[in-house]
T-cell receptor, first 114, second 118 residues
Framework: DSGVTQTPKHLITATGQRVTLRCSPR?????VYWYQQSLDQGLQFLIQ???????AKGNILERFSAQQFPDLHSELNLSSLELGDSALYFC?????????????FGPGTRLTVL | AQTVTQSQPEMSVQEAETVTLSCTYD???????LFWYKQPPSRQMILVIR??????QNATENRFSVNFQKAAKSFSLKISDSQLGDAAMYFC???????????????FGKGTSLLVTP
């Protein structure tokens, strides 16, 4: 158990819908990363937050957005869902926002878009 | 952007034998980190081993060791005395040392599926 929690574990929805994925980082960790794992694209970095502020962006679609709240939990919002958005979404956390500290991964949320 | 290549989609090893998984990467940076992550059927991402590019000594964690060749941009993982529980997808990953456009995010290869046979 990494100490990172993600809810829900599974999510099934329809095209065009909007969903919210939630992540609680390890106690004391200030930085949160979101990754998407799909069959065709592999594991890709989406976005990073550090202490409530966006730190870096990767291959995140405009239909997707995220935020980190004062209690440091983070939410990833996916809207106008398409079939291709079906994937495993991971959240990872680290103590700080720099390169030194390890990233610990949550168990992931499996999103299925029908 | 840094690219990470794992040229072996699948590998197989017998229990108690040794297997080596390959990884190459492309970067113009001189300082960075390299990782191997294991993803078993549970889908949990588990850190296996990490290597700092400025360290010449290859990292070792119990049965897992790496062969880091900085000039060749190669980072292979050796698993000794393979066990059934080693069966998983293994991902090689790169992380910048300094703040780059992608911050300190991990840049993953496509993965190698390791099968361990009794």
């Amino acid at each position: 158990d990494s100490g990172v929690t993600q809810t829900p574990k599974h999510l099934i929805t329809a095209t065009g819908q909007r969903v919210t994925l939630r992540c609680s980082p390890r106690s004391g960790d200030l930085s949160v990363y979101w990754y998407q794992q799909s069959l065709d694209q592999g594991l890709q970095f989406l976005i990073q937050y550090y202490n409530g502020e966006e730190r870096a962006k990767g291959n995140i679609l405009e239909r997707f957005s995220a935020q980190q709240f004062p209690d440091l939990h983070s939410e990833l919002n996916l809207s106008s869902l398409e079939l291709g958005d079906s994937a495993l979404y991971f959240c990872a956390s680290s103590l700080s926002g720099d390169s030194v500290n390890e990233q610990f991964f949550g168990p992931g949320t499996r999103l299925t878009v029908l | 952007a840094q690219t990470v290549t794992q040229s072996q989609p699948e590998m197989s090893v017998q229990e108690a034998e040794t297997v080596t998984l390959s990884c190459t990467y492309d970067t113009s940076e001189s300082d960075y980190y390299l990782f191997w992550y294991k993803q078993p059927p549970s889908r949990q991402m588990i850190l296996v081993i990490r290597q700092e590019a400025y360290k010449q000594q290859n990292a070792t964690e119990n049965r897992f060791s790496v062969n880091f060749q900085k000039a060749a941009k190669s980072f292979s993982l050796k698993i000794s005395d393979s066990q059934l529980g080693d069966a998983a997808m293994y991902f090689c990953a790169y992380r910048s040392y300094l703040n780059s456009n992608s911050g300190y995010a991990l840049n993953f290869g496509k993965g190698t599926s390791l099968l361990v046979t009794p």
